[in-house]
């Protein structure tokens, strides 16, 4: 009996929440320990699709989350408290350089936690640039939002 996409996701799921999974290939290999048949552009797909995200770890480094299992602003405020997380402000505008792999993932939490003052963001694999509403000055914004 062939195994469809939703239990394959399922098992996904499963999988993150037992196991702090770090890497794709780390997913993949799991997953085929267990009887599944898969590659890392199939679990590629699905991370994408179920937008799971990476969030830090206690003892360092990060492994995958379903985003609805841990909260916005938690999300952010360990992200941003990581030694390697850099922030710099001008004007209206927040730069925030991040480990690679971690720029959507703080995005991500960043929209979830619909702060009133953005007018929009920009990521990428290790960059966030938010920009404030008119009149709004990112290091206050820095200050009283994000730590």
Excluded: C, H
């Excluded at 939703?6 to 267990?34: H, P, S």
């Excluded at 003892?59 to 989350?65: L, R």
């Excluded at 209206?92 to 993932?105: C, D, E, K, S, W």
């Amino acid at each position: 009996m062939r195994k469809t996409k939703k239990e394959r996701q399922l098992a996904i799921r499963e999988l993150i929440t037992q196991k702090n999974i770090q890497r794709q290939e780390d997913l993949v290999i799991e997953l085929n320990r267990v009887g599944w048949e898969v590659t890392q552009a199939t679990i590629s797909r699905d991370i994408t699709e179920m937008q799971l995200v990476k969030v830090p770890l206690e003892a360092g480094g990060f492994a995958y989350a379903v985003v609805a299992q841990t909260d916005a602003l938690v999300r952010i405020k360990k992200i941003i408290q990581e030694a390697t997380t850099t922030i710099r402000t001008q004007d209206n505008f927040v730069m925030i350089t991040v480990l690679p792999g971690t720029g959507p993932a703080l995005k991500l939490a960043l929209e979830e936690a619909d702060f009133d003052e953005l007018f929009g963001m920009l990521g990428d694999d290790s960059d966030v640039l938010i920009i404030l509403k008119k009149n709004i000055q990112a290091t206050e914004f820095v200050t009283q939002q994000l730590q």
